[in-house]
Each structure stands twice: as structure tokens, then as C-alpha cells.
């Protein structure tokens, strides 16, 4: 669904490459996952903590405008990550607070959170739809009723994460008991190690999560590490490319985000990766074999699912599956009918059968001066802008990129692509 006045419409842009050699520099934007959840944390807990390296994306540079000026009519716009966390912010701060944004955005689900949040005796009400912002918010303090709060049936991990970074301030010792299958429990993981960057005592077994209220914080300073789902654009020229030498300052296996999974499951016999300088550098001098996996688990990282089923089809691999995919739909736009359509584009069909969307891709062709759509969807513009090292392509509405990587383009052209308005 199209998101009235959010984006610029009827905008396109022609983008090509005349070598397909890529050689440069590129600064990721930092991960604006890392970034909010630090936000929410400084805001709550250590005012005087210094964040470094911030991410300029649309969604972190609007939660830091909204939680600096300490506003109560709040609209959020696109930004689901912020939505979910100012829910449980207002839900356990004072004052009364209202929560709106898109019309998309109203569509997503909440009601797993507030009935959470609820659980802990806060007080919100939905103000015209039951399930759906825009919500009022009576903020209060709010009490643990029970040793054992049991959250196995939230699906969301940006409803587990909003709620763990509220716990300090919960009255009353508990456990949290969560599902450790569900969709992007990784990102959970990621709000734990941020909790304990903040000083605070996290323990977990098994299902089983709770935050020690005593925070011994010992830095006032907080450098918030390069995006990794940026990245795998970049990582997706790379296979694309002719010849590449590309450097990425910061970046580093060993990270917070733990996205570096799916470096190494696609792969190529002359690409290679090396950590220097404090950063990573990747190197192709000829093309080589591809290397594709037929199997590819997307539940933990599934921004990146995008992205490789771009990929696949166009290094030359035809019959994959791929799993993890459910929470596409309930994303910035449904993204599971928006990578479908994209794949039909260039002759992919990817169709669900129970748990699984097959990719066929034997009959993969991509025509010159193709145009893609991009459905108000930042990820959906970027993960088929490597396809522009084969063929030139048109690109709708190109500024949905700012929501989590404002100079994608830029960046683009620092390696000889050619972005052209239309």
C-alpha cells in the first residue's frame, strides 16, 4: 500500500555501470538496529553516555528528535522499530502520550505488545481500530505481578527487545520466558548484548531472560559499529562485478549484529574477504564459479532475504529454497509479494509450498531499461540496484532509501555507477 505524502511519487531513476569494475572506499551508515536500542537506553538510563557514529537513517534521526524533545503527540511516520520501542518508553514513563504514524504502519500489528505491557498493569487504549495504533498512553509505573511472565506466544522479537529494555525500570523480580524460535530471535540476542553495554546483568537459560536493576555502568563513551544489512548490497555488486576492490571501514566479523552468517553460503572460487585497517576488503580479480547453496534460512536475518533472491537468479543459479520468510508481509510493505513480482521482472518465479518458496530461476532473463518498482520501500529499491552491473535499469521513486541508508546513491556513484533522474 502506498504511503500518501511519506516519499515523493511518479520520481524515477536510470542506473547503469560502463566497466563493471567497482574500486573505492565505501563508510556503511552504522546500524541504526545498534543505534535505537542505545537511544532508548540512554534516554532511560544514562543521560550522559556520548553515542558515536550515529545513524543518519530517517528512522534513528526521528526516534532521537522525539525522545530529545520529550514531545507527547508523537508520530512516528514510517519507523516500526521506533514505534514499538516509544510504545513501551511511554508505557513505563509519566505523562500521557499519543502514538500514530502511516496508515502502513497503523495496519502492522501491536497488540502482542500492549497485551504484554499490560500484563505489567500499563494502561493504553486503542483509539479507533482494536490491534492497531494510534494508541493513547497513560504512562505509569509498572509491577511484575508474577515471578514467571510468559511471552511464548509473541512472535515479534522488536516486541521482546522493546520489552526488555524497559525491564530495569519494572517493579519486582521476574523471567521472562520467550520463544527462542521465533522469527529474528537474533535481534533479541542483539538488545541483550546492548543492555549489558548499558552495565546491567543480563542472564539467560534457555527460554528464560531476566535483567539484573543494578547498573554498573563504566564508559561514557559508545561507537555504534557499521550496518551489516547494508552491507550485503555491496557484497551483492561484489559477486556481480567484473573485478572488485572494495574497502569498508569499521566493518568486522567479529560484531554485535552476528549478520556475517550468510557471507560465506554464497560463494565464489576468486572472491576473497580480509580484515585490515580496522575494517573489511573485498577482492575479485577475474570471475570465478559461483557457488550457490540450494538451501538458504532467512528467520533470523530475513531483511537480507531481498537481496540474495536477487542475487541467486542473476549469478546463474536456478533451483533454490528458501525458508524463513513469514514475517515479510507484515513489513514496510508486504515484501513477500513485493520480491515476487520483482522476480517475475526477470522470469523467477519463487511460490510457497507450506514453510518453504521455491526459486526456480531456469528461465532467468533481465531486459535492459527494466522498471522496478520500489512499493515505499527502502529495502526493495536497494536490493535490486546491484542488478545495474548487467543491465541498465529503472529504479521508482528512489528516495525511500533514506529510511535506513540516506547516500546509498552516492555511494553508487563513487564507483562509477551512473544514477540519472528520469
Given at each position: 500500500k502506498r504511503i500518501a505524502g511519506l516519499y515523493p511519487q511518479a520520481k524515477m531513476i536510470r542506473l547503469s555501470h560502463g566497466t563493471g569494475i567497482l574500486k573505492g572506499t565505501i563508510k556503511l551508515p552504522s546500524s541504526k538496529s545498534i543505534c535505537n536500542r542505545m537511544l532508548i537506553l540512554k534516554k532511560l538510563y544514562e543521560s550522559d553516555l556520548e553515542l558515536d557514529n550515529l545513524s543518519n537513517a530517517n528512522d534513528s534521526v526521528l526516534l532521537k528528535k522525539i525522545l530529545d524533545t520529550d514531545t507527547r503527540d508523537i508520530d512516528v511516520q514510517d519507523a516500526g522499530t521506533a514505534f514499538r520501542f516509544l510504545v513501551a518508553y511511554a508505557a513505563s514513563g509519566e505523562g500521557e502520550y499519543i502514538i500514530r504514524g502511516t496508515d502502513r504502519l497503523m495496519e502492522r500489528p501491536i497488540s502482542d505488545l500492549v497485551d504484554a505491557l499490560r500484563l505489567f498493569g500499563a494502561d493504553i487504549t486503542y483509539l479507533e481500530?482494536?490491534?492497531?495504533?494510534?494508541?493513547?498512553?497513560?504512562?505509569?509505573?509498572?509491577?511484575?505481578?508474577?515471578?514467571?511472565?510468559?511471552?511464548?506466544?509473541?512472535?515479534?522479537?522488536?516486541?521482546?527487545?522493546?520489552?526488555?529494555?524497559?525491564?530495569?525500570?519494572?517493579?519486582?523480580?521476574?523471567?521472562?520466558?520467550?520463544?527462542?524460535?521465533?522469527?529474528?530471535?537474533?535481534?533479541?540476542?542483539?538488545?541483550?548484548?546492548?543492555?549489558?553495554?548499558?552495565?546491567?546483568?543480563?542472564?539467560?537459560?534457555?527460554?528464560?531472560?531476566?535483567?539484573?536493576?543494578?547498573?554498573?555502568?563504566?564508559?561514557?563513551?559508545?561507537?555504534?559499529?557499521?550496518?551489516?544489512?547494508?552491507?550485503?548490497?555491496?557484497?551483492?555488486?561484489?559477486?556481480?562485478?567484473?573485478?572488485?576492490?572494495?574497502?569498508?571501514?569499521?566493518?568486522?566479523?567479529?560484531?554485535?549484529?552476528k549478520e556475517r552468517k550468510h557471507l560465506f553460503e554464497v560463494g565464489n572460487t576468486r572472491m576473497s574477504f580480509e580484515e585490515k585497517d580496522n575494517g573489511m576488503l573485498i577482492t575479485k580479480k577475474k570471475q570465478g564459479e559461483a557457488e550457490c547453496p540450494d538451501v538458504m534460512q532467512f528467520s533470523q536475518y530475513p531483511d537480507s532475504a531481498m537481496t540474495f533472491g536477487m542475487l541467486l537468479p542473476a549469478l546463474g543459479c536456478t533451483q533454490h529454497q528458501l525458508k524463513g520468510l513469514e514475517s515479510l508481509k507484515y513489513k514496510e510493505c508486504d515484501r513477500e509479494l513485493a520480491l515476487v513480482e520483482h522476480l517475475n521482472k526477470v522470469g523467477v518465479s519463487l511460490e510457497k509450498s507450506g514453510k518453504i518458496w521455491e526459486l526456480n530461476a531456469e528461465n532467468y532473463k533481465l531486459n535492459a531499461e527494466t522498471i522496478f518498482p520500489t512499493y515505499d520501500d527502502h529495502r526493495m529499491a536497494m536490493c535490486v540496484a546491484p542488478l545495474a552491473l548487467k543491465q541498465p535499469i529503472h529504479i521508482e521513486n528512489e528516495e525511500v532509501v533514506k529510511k535506513s541508508y540516506p547516500h546509498f546513491w552516492d555511494d553508487m556513484k563513487s564507483v562509477g555507477f551512473t544514477v540519472k533522474k528520469i
Open positions: 481500530k482494536e490491534g492497531q495504533a494510534p494508541l493513547r498512553i497513560v504512562g505509569k509505573k509498572l509491577k511484575a505481578s508474577t515471578s514467571l511472565i510468559d511471552l511464548t506466544n509473541v512472535k515479534s522479537s522488536q516486541f521482546i527487545s522493546a520489552l526488555l529494555l524497559i525491564a530495569p525500570r519494572i517493579q519486582g523480580e521476574f523471567n521472562l520466558k520467550v520463544n527462542t524460535k521465533m522469527s529474528s530471535y537474533s535481534y533479541v540476542l542483539l538488545t541483550l548484548s546492548c543492555l549489558r553495554r548499558m552495565g546491567f546483568s543480563v542472564h539467560v537459560k534457555g527460554m528464560y531472560i531476566s535483567v539484573n536493576k543494578k547498573q554498573k555502568f563504566d564508559g561514557e563513551y559508545f561507537l555504534i559499529e557499521p550496518d551489516w544489512s547494508s552491507f550485503y548490497y555491496w557484497f551483492s555488486m561484489a559477486h556481480l562485478s567484473k573485478e572488485c576492490e572494495l574497502f569498508f571501514p569499521g566493518l568486522r566479523l567479529d560484531n554485535m549484529q
